[in-house]
């Protein structure tokens, strides 16, 4: 089985941004008609599904998509929270609905409410909501609500701490994934998703946060943003900092997915990262969607690269599915349960 750990609901029925723009012009005018989620068809759903994520997994070779509201529009950094967690909601029931349409080939992971400011235990009942209510395996956490402007602690500061208790609690991973940027500096993929990866990292070798929490697991997407190309250069810090080996310290813990949407960028990623903390990703339909003029092929077909690579079959299998199934065991329970 090829599961696919990063996909989000780039396609999304237009009446599902009529309920965000709703929202938005109640911003701006607080007279406005109260935004209210819009009815859309189960047809309208597969529609969008079938044109788009479905037939490229078809296409592609992929099985099963762990699929989440699209990043860039969590909009964490919008109105206020209850803005936030309204949207966050009616994102969250939109994705259950696609895994109850297609349920061979999505298994959901949830958006957060989250807003600048407010207290990440504010984000606690929505986890339990998707996990134990639509039966969600894991969660995308923004380390970074405030769109680009790094507003909120570091990730091991004591902030963060009620989340992770939940996490651990219900035995669910979290992707760090920012949302759009409102600062001109970054692009929003081009730079603050990157951004985000290797800051995350960074904070993980700063701090003591797998020591009070062993069983937390997090994945760094796009590949672990800059952290593999400067392997070098975090193995340094760590011990400029005085703290133990990466692997013993962060990478116990952390994993990267395969969103490199080039082949040298996957060769690297596998010559420097143990294997086992490698899950096979392609973030299909997202930010680079055309087709590479050097091979022909499109940039984030990523399960092309990892067929090329000259590593066992044991190997790519661990990179494919089994990987994730440890990451996620809720997942692998479900998988289980069909006989998978």
């Given at each position: 089985?090829?599961?696919?750990?990063?996909?989000?609901?780039?396609?999304?029925?237009?009446?599902?941004?009529?309920?965000?723009?709703?929202?938005?012009?109640?911003?701006?005018?607080?007279t406005a008609p109260a935004a209210r989620p819009g009815a859309i068809s189960d047809d309208e759903i597969r529609e969008t599904i079938?044109?788009?994520?479905?037939?490229?997994?078809?296409?592609?070779?992929?099985?099963?998509?762990?699929?989440?509201?699209?990043?860039?529009?969590?909009?964490?950094?919008?109105?206020?929270?209850?803005?936030?967690?309204?949207?966050?909601?009616?994102?969250?029931?939109?994705?259950?609905?696609?895994?109850?349409?297609?349920?061979?080939?999505?298994?959901?992971?949830?958006q957060l409410p989250q807003s600048p400011a407010v207290p990440i235990a504010n984000s606690i009942a929505e986890l339990e909501r998707?996990?134990?209510?639509?039966?969600?395996?894991?969660?995308?956490?923004?380390?970074?609500?405030?769109?680009?402007?790094?507003?909120?602690?570091?990730?091991?500061?004591?902030?963060?701490?009620?989340?992770?208790?939940?996490?651990?609690?219900?035995?669910?991973?979290?992707?760090?994934?920012?949302?759009?940027?409102?600062?001109?500096?970054?692009?929003?993929?081009?730079?603050?998703?990157?951004?985000?990866?290797?800051?995350?990292?960074?904070?993980?070798?700063?701090?003591?946060?797998?020591?009070?929490?062993?069983?937390?697991?997090?994945?760094?997407?796009?590949?672990?943003?800059?952290?593999?190309?400067?392997?070098?250069?975090?193995?340094?810090?760590?011990?400029m900092l005085k703290r133990p080996p990466l692997e013993e310290h962060v990478m116990k813990n952390v994993f990267f997915d395969t969103?490199?949407?080039?082949?040298?960028?996957?060769?690297?990623?596998?010559?420097?990262?143990?294997?086992?903390?490698?899950?096979?990703?392609?973030?299909?339909?997202?930010?680079?969607?055309?087709?590479?003029?050097?091979?022909?092929?499109?940039?984030?077909?990523?399960?092309?690269?990892?067929?090329?690579?000259?590593?066992?079959?044991?190997?790519?299998?661990?990179?494919?599915?089994?990987?994730?199934?440890?990451?996620?065991?809720?997942?692998?329970?479900?998988?289980?349960?069909?006989?998978?």
């Open positions: 089985m090829i599961i696919d750990c990063h996909g989000h609901y780039t396609t999304a029925p237009a009446a599902h941004q009529k309920f965000r723009d709703a929202q938005l012009a109640g911003l701006k005018d607080p079938e044109k788009n994520q479905l037939q490229l997994q078809r296409q592609r070779g992929s099985d099963l998509t762990l699929f989440s509201p699209r990043a860039s529009a969590m909009g964490h950094h919008i109105g206020n929270e209850a803005i936030s967690s309204a949207w966050t909601r009616a994102n969250n029931d939109l994705i259950k609905r696609v895994v109850d349409l297609f349920p061979e080939n999505f298994v959901g992971v949830c998707c996990v134990r209510e639509l039966n969600f395996i894991g969660c995308n956490l923004n380390p970074d609500p405030s769109g680009g402007h790094w507003t909120s602690p570091p990730l091991t500061d004591r902030h963060w701490y009620p989340f992770y208790e939940k996490m651990v609690e219900l035995d669910v991973p979290a992707m760090i994934h920012v949302s759009a940027s409102c600062n001109a500096n970054f692009h929003a993929t081009g730079a603050h998703y990157i951004n985000a990866d290797t800051t995350a990292f960074m904070q993980f070798i700063e701090g003591d946060l797998f020591r009070d929490f062993p069983t937390l697991r997090f994945i760094i997407p796009h590949g672990g943003g800059a952290v593999p190309y400067h392997w070098g250069r975090y193995r340094g810090l760590a011990d969103c490199v949407y080039h082949q040298p960028g996957i060769d690297l990623l596998v010559r420097v990262i143990d294997i086992g903390n490698i899950l096979f990703g392609s973030e299909m339909v997202g930010a680079v969607r055309g087709i590479d003029p050097l091979t022909g092929h499109y940039f984030d077909d990523t399960r092309r690269y990892i067929d090329a690579l000259s590593i066992p079959a044991a190997g790519k299998a661990r990179i494919f599915e089994t990987n994730a199934r440890r990451v996620f065991p809720r997942l692998n329970a479900l998988l289980e349960a069909r006989g998978l």
